[in-house]
């Protein structure tokens, strides 16, 4: 979790420019022009809550930008209020339905960026391994890592090679902040970015931290294709 990306300032032309001598990758135009802007999609994020008793337990989101869509519908106040228990089966009492986890999207104005020296370039036919060995260092279970990969891995194969970075959890707590209560022991979140290029790009590779489980675990997984920027 222990790493962010440089701060970034936007000069008066609309280009991004880094605060550090690292390689970018910006958005471009259909001419192949960077581009300064755009409005980003942020892809099924879902919330899976594993309290260690059965109880009633509220989940507070704001986002940087504008929730779209929401699967249990989120309440005015941007929280949802469910029970929950060790299995991670959700049940809405607004609803009276049971869930597997809460989902969102959502779009925002201000771009992402990727910072090579934080990310990884990925081969499509490496594409497969690379986000099942991801999912275990942020200690994904079976059936939240097979989520995150088959969502997921038909993007990064439809791409020749695709740059990956995974947000620090400071960082996007920025983009998204989470409060639950009763407090977890253990939030996990991952977000990742990423765009497709055609060919290598040398990128920093940084270590991943191996993050655990334990008491009460909230996870989190939301990537971002950078590619669908409007």
């Not at 920025?174 to 497709?196: E, S």
Request: hydrophobic letters at 35%.
């Amino acid at each position: 979790r222990g790493f962010a990306p440089p701060w970034l300032q936007r000069d008066r032309e609309g280009v991004t420019v880094i605060c550090s001598e690292v390689q970018f990758i910006p958005f471009k135009n259909q001419d192949g022009t960077p581009s300064g802007g755009g409005t980003v999609t942020i892809r099924k994020p879902v919330i899976y809550l594993y309290p260690q008793t059965v109880q009633t337990v509220k989940v507070e989101l704001h986002v940087d930008g504008q929730l779209t869509t929401t699967y249990p519908r989120i309440a005015k106040d941007h929280s949802w209020t469910v029970k929950a228990g060790p299995t991670g089966e959700l049940f809405d009492p607004a609803t009276e339905k049971r869930y597997p986890y809460l989902f969102w999207e959502a779009v925002r104005t201000t771009a992402f960026t990727i910072d090579t020296a934080q990310a990884f370039c990925v081969a499509n036919k490496d594409a497969e391994r690379f986000l099942e060995d991801s999912a275990g260092k942020f200690a994904l279970n079976d059936k939240e890592r097979t989520d995150f990969v088959t969502y997921w891995l038909p993007a990064l194969e439809n791409n020749k090679f695709s740059l990956v970075q995974f947000l620090s959890a400071a960082e996007y707590d920025r983009y998204a902040t989470m409060t639950v209560a009763p407090k977890p022991d253990c939030v996990n979140r991952l977000f990742m970015i990423f765009q497709g290029v055609n060919s290598p790009v040398k990128t920093g590779n940084p270590s991943l931290a191996q993050l655990d489980r334990t008491g009460f675990t909230v996870v989190e997984w939301g990537p971002t294709n950078l590619d669908e920027q409007h």
